[in-house]
């Protein structure tokens, strides 16, 4: 194995940025199969494939950190944040596959609201992650952060609500099922959000 004296910082960067890109296009992809039920199969294909290529950037990641004497971040810090933002795509991939494998014929609106809180951490993610080349900018992104935390809470307060409604209903014990597996998978792309979100504050505290 070579190693590099020279820090590849763009590299890394560039590899973050893509990543950060790739959760956006999927929180994307996510909210579209729920507000727009059609095309199930084509949409969860789709999430799948992007969960393989955002595998392929988290693996490209790990192997510029074994390359690399002088990374630009921590590699804690530089495994730690691919880790979690890989993560939040897992968990979205595998709420669009339950959604394929357990044939659900309509979405709720639950599901709906968790995608779409799922699409907007994502996009304060992608913000607070272009920040992190710049140093200088790197205190503004506490602010992304926060909004992801508020996020989050919102998610737990609906998860919890939205689990408990389940059993007040008429749904069969097999859709209870069915939903409640849908929404922990939703829920713990949100959770795998806000720990995104601890890596990138403690990045911001030892760098900003």
């Given amino acids: 194995m070579r190693f590099s004296l020279i820090p590849r910082n763009y590299l890394f960067y560039d590899l973050f ?3 950060a890109r790739k959760l956006v296009t999927a929180a994307d992809s996510l909210t579209d199969l729920f507000e727009h039920f059609e095309n199930v199969e084509m949409k969860t294909n789709h999430l799948k494939e992007l969960e393989h290529e955002a595998d392929t950037v988290t693996h490209e990641l790990y192997r510029q950190t074994n390359l690399t ?8 810090d ?3 944040l691919a880790q979690r933002m890989d993560d939040v795509m897992d968990f979205m991939e595998g709420a669009a596959t339950a959604v394929r494998i357990y044939g659900i014929e309509q979405p709720t ?5 968790l995608a779409d809180l799922i699409r907007l951490q994502c996009l304060q993610i992608e913000r607070a992650v272009s920040a992190l ?3 200088r900018q790197l205190k503004q992104v506490l602010e992304q952060l926060r909004e992801i935390n508020r996020l989050e809470n919102e998610a737990d307060t ?7 409604d389940l059993f007040r209903g008429e749904m069969s014990s097999v859709e209870i099922i069915k939903w409640r597996d849908i929404y922990d998978q939703l829920e713990q792309a949100t959770d795998s959000a806000e720990h995104v979100a601890h890596v990138l504050e403690g990045i911001v505290l030892k760098h900003g």
Wanted: charged share 30%; no cysteine.
């Fill in 78 to 80: 530089i495994a730690a």
């Fill in 17 to 19: 940025e893509e990543s």
């Fill in 133 to 135: 080349r710049h140093p």
């Fill in 158 to 164: 609906l998860f919890l609500n939205a689990s408990a």
């Fill in 109 to 113: 609106p639950v599901a709906r609201r």
């Fill in 69 to 76: 004497f002088v990374t630009p971040l921590d590699r804690e």
